[in-house]
C-alpha cells in the first residue's frame, strides 16, 4: 500500500502561520489527488484543500484566501501553508492521496491512503 506520511503540525497562536508536509512512498505509483481534510473533536472528517495531478485545486470555503496547497510531483510530496489561523481550524490533519499502485509483474490498481494524522492547535 502506498505510504503518506505528514509532518508540520503543533501550537500556534491565533492569527499565526504553520506549514504541513505529507510525502508519499511504497511501489511504484502514479498519483492522481493529494489533499488534506481534518477531523475535529466530534466532528466528521472534512475536506480542507486538494490539488490534481494538473494542478486544479479545490479549497473549503472556510480557509479559502488563508491556506494554500502546493504539491511537488517529482517528490510525491504536497503542502499546505495555512496563514491567518484560529481556534476553529484546530483539528487532526489528515494527508490523502489516491491514484495506481504497481508492485513488481502485477497490473496496476487503485489505491487510496491516508496518513496517520498531525495535529494542530490554535490557542493563545
Known amino acids: 500500500q502506498v505510504q503518506l506520511v505528514e509532518s508540520g503540525g503543533g501550537l500556534v497562536q491565533p492569527g499565526g502561520s504553520l506549514r504541513l508536509s505529507c510525502a508519499a512512498s511504497?511501489?511504484?505509483?502514479?498519483?492522481?489527488?493529494m489533499g488534506w481534510y481534518r477531523q475535529a473533536p466530534g466532528e466528521q472528517r472534512a475536506l480542507v484543500a486538494t490539488?490534481?495531478?494538473?494542478?486544479?485545486?479545490n479549497y473549503a470555503d472556510s480557509v479559502k484566501g488563508r491556506f494554500t496547497i502546493s504539491r511537488d510531483n517529482a517528490k510525491n510530496t504536497v503542502d499546505l501553508q495555512m496563514n491567518g489561523l484560529s481556534p476553529e481550524d484546530t483539528a487532526v490533519y489528515y494527508c490523502?492521496?489516491?491514484?495506481?499502485?504497481?508492485?513488481?509483474?502485477?497490473?496496476?490498481?487503485?489505491?487510496?491512503?491516508w496518513g496517520q494524522g498531525t495535529q494542530v492547535t490554535v490557542s493563545s
Open positions: 490539488i490534481t495531478s494538473g494542478v486544479n485545486r
Open positions: 490523502y492521496a489516491d491514484g495506481r499502485v504497481k508492485y513488481g509483474l502485477a497490473p496496476w490498481k487503485p489505491f487510496a491512503s
Open positions: 511504497g511501489g511504484i505509483f502514479l498519483i492522481n489527488a
